[in-house]
């Protein structure tokens, strides 16, 4: 079993105010958030609700709100909730993912994004995301495939190229990044059937954004899912 670095929440409180900078270590989350946001399909009735799962800086609320929705944020970072609190999310908890404050069936979608590569047992914390979401509902995830590729690229180059948008040195422990056929075994036994799809950033506008000559970057959906990749799925 691996263990959660100690000081990974200390480093999202100091990392508080970069949440919203175009330029700054958090920035790609950003542009991830709005991909996650368009699997999220419009409510279906009057006061449903979306948890997000370690929402951070609460980055995917803009690209959210317009669905129907109330937003439940919850993070272990309280300086990341506060900047939640500021983007449209009402409610908020400070607690693990893996040990929600919400009964069963509590919600109408839930989303996890970019945070299963964090904590030391993802499959628990997507058992726990499927626990609190109601037959019917959705479940997203987005994460980091547990493969060789995926260290390259996500450690070796994104964290060590002087580039901007560069998340910190050390952000990533490959040992914690999610095996992708247990994440599909565990969201099935808990009654959500994954499908697994790929996202990496568009080339040109990846480029651009390099050259400074624009501000974000949208993702786009590919086949291979041995990086970044992102399921989703509809509770029985
Ligand atoms: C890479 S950020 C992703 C934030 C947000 N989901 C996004 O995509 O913009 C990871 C977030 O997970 C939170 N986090 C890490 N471990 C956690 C845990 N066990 N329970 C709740 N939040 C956690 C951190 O505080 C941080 O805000």
């Not at 300086?79 to 983007?87: K, P, Q, T």
Request: charged share 25%.
């Amino acid at each position: 079993m691996q263990h959660l670095r100690s000081d990974l929440i200390t480093d999202y409180d100091r990392l508080a105010d970069t949440w919203w900078d175009p330029r700054g270590p958090l920035a790609p989350l950003g542009w991830i958030a709005r991909a996650r946001a368009e699997y999220v399909p419009a409510a279906e009735r009057e006061g449903a609700r979306l948890l997000d799962l370690a929402c951070g800086g609460g980055l995917a609320g803009p690209h959210l709100a317009g669905k129907g929705y109330r937003l439940t944020g919850v993070d272990l970072s309280q300086l990341s909730l506060a900047e939640a609190g500021r983007h449209g999310y009402p409610d908020l908890a400070r607690a693990d993912l893996t040990q929600l404050p919400f009964t069963d069936g509590s919600f109408d979608v839930v989303t996890a994004g970019q945070c299963l590569e964090h904590v030391p047992d993802p499959y628990a914390a997507v058992a726990e995301a499927c626990r609190v979401l109601r037959p019917g509902g959705t479940l997203i995830v987005d994460t980091i495939a547990d493969t060789r590729l995926a260290r390259l690229v996500a450690i070796t180059l994104a964290e060590n190229l002087p580039l901007p948008g560069r998340p910190e040195p050390g952000t990533h422990d490959h040992r914690l990044f999610v095996n992708r056929a247990r994440l599909v075994r565990t969201a099935r036994a808990n009654g959500v059937e994954l499908r697994l799809l790929g996202l990496r950033p568009h080339f040109r506008e990846g480029l651009a954004y390099l050259a400074g000559r624009r501000d974000r970057v949208r993702m786009v959906q590919v086949k291979p899912t041995g990086v970044l990749f992102l399921g989703v799925g509809r509770k029985r």
